[in-house]
T-cell receptor
């Protein structure tokens, strides 16, 4: 059962453009929403995360927008760079539950120079 | 500080064989997680170990099993291998806190079943 749906599956952006990746969830018990970044041949690494009591979190060029009523959240990468080319995964977790981080299917981002 | 290490990097087996994958967590981390990353399916949760005990498992058949040793390293065993078990198996570790939100992943073991 896929509890976190991620789109698009792949994304091509020109250098300097904005990359937007969207995720939707079903379980209203989720209370932590991280994004992981994975480069080829490496494991995923935590990029940025948000809790549902805020609508936006920004860290450098990376911003998470969160819409609790719509059960959706998105990652925005401003001024996208070729070095941002990677696979991005959204995820969700219920604190105090069984500590099972549920991942979306991933988005392969290519930033062209 | 060393990160999460996994071995072997690549593993080739044939159908019906058994595979053993190993993981060493970051020093000070007591929780170890195993995920399967199959093409196009994202990361599927397999198992969570903490303090030597299995705390949770995902929707995988019993032929996927594992254990955690006293030094917190972990082993994933896959018995009676099937072709669809071919995937990247990722291990992650974290500190045992009330909110285990930050996982540190290793680079994975690429398992190929022929």
């Amino acid at each position: 059962q896929q509890q976190v749906k991620q789109s698009p599956q792949s994304l091509i952006v020109q250098k300097g453009g904005i990359s937007i990746i969207n995720c939707a969830y079903e379980n209203t018990a989720f209370d932590y929403f991280p994004w992981y970044q994975q480069f080829p041949g490496k494991g995923p690494a935590l990029l940025i995360a948000i809790r549902p009591d805020v609508s936006e979190k920004k860290e450098g060029r990376f911003t998470i927008s969160f819409n609790k009523s719509a059960k959706q959240f998105s990652l925005h990468i401003m001024d996208s760079q070729p070095g941002d080319s990677a696979t991005y995964f959204c995820a969700a977790l219920v604190f105090g539950g069984y500590n099972k981080l549920i991942f979306g299917a991933g988005t392969r981002l290519a930033v062209h120079p | 500080e060393a990160g999460v290490t996994q071995s072997p990097t690549h593993l080739i087996k044939t159908r019906g064989q058994q595979a053993t994958l190993r993981c060493s967590p970051i020093s000070g981390h007591t929780s170890v997680y195993w995920y399967q990353q199959a093409l196009g399916l994202g990361l599927q949760f397999l198992l969570w170990y903490d303090e030597g005990e299995e705390r949770n498992r995902g929707n995988f058949p019993p032929r996927f099993s594992g254990r955690q040793f006293p030094n917190y390293s972990s082993e994933l065993n896959v018995n009676a291998l099937e072709l669809e078990d071919s995937a990247l198996y990722l291990c992650a570790s974290s500190r045992r806190t009330a909110t285990n939100e930050k996982l540190f992943f290793g680079s994975g073991t690429q398992l190929s079943v022929l």
